[in-house]
Every structure is written in structure tokens, then in C-alpha cells.
């Protein structure tokens, strides 16, 4: 099985930094690769796929990029509503596998 | 619209098994893969299975030996099936289609506990 290494698992930053989350894939997975935020008692929301490619909605501050098995996903000036939980999923090969989370609190 | 709604019993007794049905609408079971994912209180996610357009079946590693998922079409459901249940299966069951998990399920809360 293909094992995603987010870090960090928990960060605290302020409203206007550039916060960037990363996953670490085991195995090459192409650009196979989903992010996702989630907020507390909701269901998860993919933030952006394919690596690099932002979903529908998503605000232009999330970024995605690839260097090497390194993912990031980057938000360039941070929001309130930004505070919540964000997972990347790898969907290369089956069993598709989750990092372990990462909690991103607003100082 | 693409709607999920996972159903279910909030409470399982050890040992026993869990059913969960997710019931879909706005789009064909035939052309789309769903998968099963789940949460634990405070924790990750967990990719489970998924049923693919075509009824055949992918599980995770893990749990391959306690779980089944299956479909009927005809009532647009998809069912999830996992025995020997124990206190680390409390969680939160979701239900998901693939595109991009661009549509989720509100979730289901099972605990597990005598």
C-alpha cells in the first residue's frame, strides 16, 4: 500500500500568513493526488485535485504543487475561515490512502 | 442534484455486524464509482472501499477480511457490510462519489459499545 506522511499534524498561524501543508508519498503517484478541507461536524470538501488543479469555488489564495513525492498545498494569506482540518488523499492505485490530517488554528 | 444519504444504526454491540446503506440521487450507480470512508472521533480519514460503476469491488487492506460492499441499482443504494465489529470502528461513515469526491454524504455516527 502506498503510505501518504502529512506534516505537520497540527499548526498555528495568523490572519494574512502564507501557511503551507505537505503530504510525502511512499511510491510514485503521478500527479494522483486530492486535497481536502474539512470543518468541524462537516463532511470533507476537495479544495484541489489532480495536484494543482483548484475545484470549483475554491478561493485563489489555495494553491497546489508537486516537487518530486512532496505535495503542498499552500494558502498564500490566511483567513478565518480558513481554520479547519486538511487531508490529502492519494487515488493513484488501490487501496487509495489518506495522510493522517493536519489541524490548522488562527492565533 | 448529486445528493448522498448514508442510513443506519448509531449503535452496534461489539462483535456484531454493521449495515449501512448509502442512497443516491442525481446521478446513475452504472456510471460512477462510490466509496466508503470513515472517520474516527477526533481522527483522520480512512478510505474503506468502493463500488465501482461496473459492480466490481476494491477494499482496504486492513479491513478486507471483515467488510463487503454491494449495490442495487435499482433503488440507486449502495451498501455497506462489516463484521466483528470492535470499540476502534466508532466513528463517523461517510459515503462518496468519485470524479473528485466532489460529493459527500452528511455522514452517519456509529458507535460501538455493549
Known amino acids: 500500500d502506498i503510505q501518504m506522511t502529512q506534516s505537520p499534524s497540527s499548526m498555528s498561524a495568523s490572519l494574512g500568513d502564507r501557511v503551507t501543508i505537505t503530504c510525502q508519498a511512499s511510491?510514485?503517484?503521478?500527479?494522483?493526488l486530492i486535497w481536502f478541507q474539512q470543518k468541524p461536524g462537516k463532511s470533507p470538501r476537495p479544495m484541489i485535485y489532480?495536484?494543482?488543479n483548484l475545484a470549483n469555488g475554491v478561493p485563489s489564495r489555495f494553491s497546489g504543487s508537486r516537487s518530486g513525492s512532496d505535495y503542498s498545498l499552500t494558502i498564500s494569506s490566511l483567513e478565518s475561515e480558513d481554520m479547519a482540518d486538511y487531508h490529502c488523499?492519494?487515488?493513484?492505485?488501490?487501496?487509495?490512502?489518506f495522510g493522517s490530517g493536519t489541524k490548522l488554528e488562527i492565533k | 442534484q448529486v445528493q448522498l444519504k448514508e442510513s443506519g444504526p448509531g449503535l452496534v454491540q461489539p462483535s456484531q455486524t454493521l449495515s449501512l446503506t448509502c442512497t443516491v440521487s442525481?446521478?446513475?450507480?452504472?456510471?460512477?464509482?462510490v466509496h466508503w470512508v470513515r472517520q474516527p472521533p477526533g481522527k483522520g480519514l480512512e478510505w474503506m472501499g468502493r463500488?465501482?460503476?461496473?459492480?466490481?469491488?476494491s477494499y482496504n487492506s486492513a479491513l478486507k477480511s471483515r467488510l463487503s460492499i454491494s449495490r442495487d441499482t435499482s433503488k440507486n443504494q449502495v451498501f455497506l457490510k462489516m463484521n466483528s465489529l470492535q470499540t476502534d470502528d466508532t466513528g463517523t461513515y461517510y459515503c462518496?462519489?468519485?470524479?473528485?469526491?466532489?460529493?459527500w454524504g452528511q455522514g452517519v455516527m456509529v458507535t460501538v459499545s455493549s
Open positions: 462518496t462519489r468519485a470524479g473528485y469526491f466532489d460529493y
Open positions: 442525481g446521478f446513475s450507480l452504472t456510471s460512477y464509482n
Open positions: 463500488m465501482r460503476y461496473n459492480g466490481d469491488t
Open positions: 511510491q510514485d503517484i503521478g500527479n494522483n
Open positions: 489532480y495536484a494543482t
Open positions: 488523499l492519494q487515488y493513484k492505485q488501490y487501496p487509495l490512502t
